[in-house]
């Protein structure tokens, strides 16, 4: 069964401290790796998306990394903002099929003072 | 350029009780996908359309309908409103298939639906 499973659930941090996400997916076959961030209240957007060949890929103070072999994922948030406080989403992609796309649960992120 | 516009933001029903949740994207995307969000769940894809006039089912797609008549309007229709569809429900539009190494899913911000 294609599973995306992310941790931890939640986490508090102080603004100004790194951070790091974990996914890790048994999603077969892997086409691409994506991760959102979604706001309360808002849809999700797009921060990186990774394809098989790629180990590391940034946005600014995000940097994605991807391990195809190990079949993982993490999201690591450098020098935290308050703006950083929400949910971060591992989407993975399957080939061959329209549509088909296997989110994770999310990760809570708080950011405070 | 407004990307992916849902309306309303927010809706209570009664059971049993019929609406359209409305989507609309103004850049072109052939594909346009209806998700529910539930707490501690992932995202669960309710129906999605190719194209104008080509739709198909998704995870979870009793008790919603859909229609794609034109490129831009991805309406859903809750047929008999139950309990469980409480949710929030996002439309999302895409430039190529989400199996494509370069799909880019834009979301639209969400309706909040309580069914009481």
């Known amino acids: 069964k294609n599973q995306v499973e992310q941790s931890p659930q939640s986490l508090i941090i102080l603004e100004g401290k790194n951070c790091t996400l974990q996914?890790?997916?048994?999603?077969?076959?892997?086409?691409?790796l994506r991760w959102y961030k979604q706001d309360t209240g808002r849809g999700p957007v797009s921060l990186t998306i990774m394809t098989f060949s790629e180990n590391t890929k940034s946005n600014g103070r995000y940097t994605a990394t991807l391990d195809a072999d190990t079949k993982q994922s993490s999201l690591h948030i450098t020098a935290s903002q308050l703006s950083d406080s929400a949910s971060y989403i591992c989407?993975?992609?399957?080939?061959?099929?329209?549509?088909?796309?296997?989110f994770g649960t999310g990760t809570r992120l708080q950011v405070t003072l | 350029n407004a990307g992916v516009t849902q309306t309303p933001k927010f809706q209570v029903l009664k059971t049993g009780q019929s609406m359209t949740l409305q989507c609309a994207q103004d850049m072109n995307h052939e594909y346009m996908s209806w998700y529910r969000q539930d707490p501690g769940m992932g995202l669960r894809l309710i129906h999605y359309s190719v194209g104008a006039g080509i739709t198909d089912q998704g995870e979870v797609p009793n008790g919603y309908n859909v229609s794609r008549s034109t490129t831009e309007d991805f309406p859903l229709r809750l047929l008999s409103a139950a309990p469980s569809q409480t949710s929030v429900y996002f439309c999302?539009?895409?430039?190529?298939?989400?199996?494509?190494?370069?799909?880019?899913?834009?979301f639209g911000s969400g309706t909040r639906l309580t069914v009481v």
């Open positions: 999302a539009s895409s430039y190529s298939y989400p199996g494509a190494a370069n799909y880019g899913y834009t």
């Open positions: 996914c890790n997916y048994t999603v077969s076959p892997f086409s691409n």
């Open positions: 989407v993975v992609s399957h080939t061959g099929t329209a549509s088909k796309l296997t």
